[in-house]
């Protein structure tokens, strides 16, 4: 066992050195959990069938794990990571476990950095394909089966999931487009200050020795239904989504931590979060520290060497010049609600304001 593997496991630590020590923890360790390229190239079919409203018995529709609106590497990754720690967790689900890019298709171009991850990931072939050939699954997609609203479509049925990954409160245009949202909400796994929505999704029990989380012996997909949101007083405790996922692989399941696929992808989003753990970034906390200490020696490249073409590819100047002043503010676009209460300003007289904000290079 590697004893560094063991470190980030916070919960029951000795429970689940024992069962890492028993299992053995090899990369090449024949597993029967299909890998994470082939768990994305099978979402197509599982959505398809999500979709069937004819189907008998009615479709549930499904678990949807999404990301923040501004689609960064964290909001794009954490999603296809955590639906596949989920979806290992049960190998029969009622219903399929789906991750969906939080941007357009097409704004996927846009995201450099992301694209060349999920390549240095070995995940090229299933993050180009065309969706029909089993390629990625975006929220809102009008060449999709869902005909457009592939989030809503999903999301419909009564019984239907969503769980939302780098933010912990839906945005406006998306309720807009669908009420429903936020009675599927289930899971919340963040590090921005909590706006305190959906109140039903509880923080996960503290066990008799004080640690979150349930054992081992009945690790099931239900445990991740909790809301993990790492911001305490003013200060966040994880500078990445990823790190979340991190401890949530090595809690549940560390075995499927070890895949280089997995490991390559949560570290990669890591390092670009905390700015390589740079002191003068500010960003980096112990609990990222922490999962790249674990994780990176099953990444597919060196730490120095990941970090560097992620930047390149983030900060080409030829790629920046490239791009319409329209695709410049589209690259890292958030947009808010701002509310006040003194003034004269529309929110001084207690209505809302509309708040975008973009990162540019420059």
């Known amino acids: 066992m590697r004893p560094h593997l063991a470190a980030l496991c916070l919960a029951q630590p000795r429970a689940i050195a024992a069962m890492l020590s028993s299992a053995g923890l090899a990369a090449s360790a024949a597993r029967t959990f299909p890998s994470l390229g082939e768990f994305l190239g099978s979402r197509l079919a599982a959505v398809t069938a999500a979709l069937d409203r004819g189907a008998d018995p009615p479709s549930p529709g499904a678990h949807v794990y999404l990301g923040n609106e501004a689609g960064d590497a964290d909001s794009l990754v954490s999603p296809l990571c955590f639906a596949y720690l989920a979806a290992s967790l049960e190998p029969g689900p009622s219903m399929p476990h789906v991750p969906?890019?939080?941007?357009?298709?097409?704004?996927l171009n846009l995201r450099p950095e992301t694209r060349a991850l999920l390549a240095l990931a070995g995940l090229s072939e299933v993050a180009e394909a065309p969706q029909s050939e089993g390629g990625l699954l975006y929220y809102s997609d009008a060449a999709g089966p869902a005909q457009c609203d592939m989030l809503g479509e999903l999301t419909r049925p009564e019984g239907a999931r969503l769980t939302l990954?780098?933010?912990?409160?839906?945005?406006?245009?998306?309720?807009?487009?669908?009420?429903?949202?936020?009675?599927?909400?289930?899971?919340?796994?963040?590090?921005?200050?909590?706006?305190?929505?959906?109140?039903?999704?509880?923080?996960a029990a503290k066990s008799a020795d004080g640690a979150a989380g349930s054992g081992l012996a009945s690790v099931q997909a239900s445990d991740l239904l909790k809301r993990v949101v790492a911001f305490e007083g003013a200060l966040a405790q994880a500078g990445s989504a990823c790190t979340l996922v991190a401890e949530a692989f090595l809690?549940?399941?560390?075995?499927?931590a070890t895949e280089p696929a997995v490991a390559t992808l949560l570290c990669g989003v890591i390092l670009l979060d905390t700015v390589d753990m740079s002191p003068e970034a500010g960003k980096g906390t112990p609990r990222d520290a922490e999962a790249l200490r674990t994780l990176l020696p099953n990444a597919n490249l060196p730490r120095d060497q990941l970090f560097k073409k992620l930047m390149a590819a983030k900060t080409d100047p030829v790629w920046w010049a490239s791009l319409t002043p329209n695709?410049?503010?589209?690259?890292?676009?958030?947009q808010g609600v701002a509310g006040g209460s003194s003034g004269d300003s529309a929110a001084g007289q207690g209505r809302e304001l509309g708040v975008g904000m973009s990162s540019v290079l420059v």
């Not at 998306?174 to 929505?197: C, F, N, P, S, T």
């Not at 695709?327 to 958030?334: S, T, V």
């Open 327 to 334: 695709e410049c503010l589209r690259y890292d676009y958030k």
């Open 100 to 107: 969906l890019l939080s941007v357009p298709r097409g704004d």
């Open 251 to 256: 809690q549940h399941n560390p075995a499927l």
């Open 165 to 203: 990954l780098d933010h912990n409160a839906l945005a406006p245009k998306l309720l807009a487009a669908a009420a429903h949202l936020e009675q599927r909400v289930v899971a919340i796994v963040d590090h921005h200050l909590d706006a305190g929505k959906y109140p039903h999704v509880k923080p």
